[in-house]
């Protein structure tokens, strides 16, 4: 190969690489919001949006209206969701570590198999979820309401569930090792295949 050839080469070889380096930086417009880390979109409106694989880690997405919206395997790693709408959203294996869903509401969502560890979410909804297989431990579940939730081989280990709501949902023992559940609220609750007294 003759030097001008070689040179040739390495510079169309450079340029695809830069090429390929700014696309991969380049933030995704959806419904007009730029998708990337560490975005603004507080109360963005991206109800029923299709932002599977996105990554918005350290985004702030609070009070946003995510409702319907297509997440999975998405990186919302640190990302701030407190208040956001959620309901019915698809969160299968999202990256929600560290994540603050605070008084988020999750009804009807799709979390499972979701890696929630050390996320902060008193008081959420999650009313009839899909928590199948989902990384919850050492998350702050305190007053949460799991309301015909399922937990099935869920991890909830050390998770503080102090005052949280466990009603009709369906969970394993063994998924409250070592968790905090002082005051949680068990009725109809099914635990390992024995649903408990539903309590007056």
Excluded: H
Excluded at 31 to 52: M, V
Excluded at 94 to 114: D, F, P, Q
């Amino acid at each position: 190969m003759t030097p001008k050839r070689i040179v040739f080469s390495l510079s169309l070889l450079l340029l695809m690489t830069l090429t390929a380096c700014v696309s991969a930086e380049s933030p995704r417009i959806v419904k007009g919001y730029k998708i990337r880390p560490d975005a603004n979109l507080a109360g963005a409106q991206l109800d029923g949006a299709k932002l599977s694989n996105s990554y918005l880690s350290w985004a702030n997405l609070v009070g946003a209206n995510l409702a319907g919206a297509n997440l999975a395997r998405a990186d919302l790693s640190f990302a701030n969701l407190r208040n956001a709408d959620l309901t019915g959203a698809n969160l299968t294996l999202a990256n929600l570590r560290n994540a603050n869903l605070a008084g988020a509401n999750l009804t009807g969502a799709k979390l499972s198999r979701a890696y929630l560890s050390s996320a902060n979410m008193p008081g959420s909804v999650l009313i009839g979820a899909n928590l199948q297989g989902a990384e919850l431990d050492n998350a702050n579940l305190a007053g949460a309401n799991f309301t015909k939730s399922i937990l099935l081989n869920a991890n909830l280990t050390q998770a503080n569930l102090t005052s949280a709501n466990l009603s009709f949902a369906v969970i394993d023992l063994i998924d409250l090792e070592k968790s905090r559940f002082d005051g949680v609220i068990f009725s109809g609750t099914i635990l390992d295949g024995v649903q408990q007294p539903i309590l007056p």
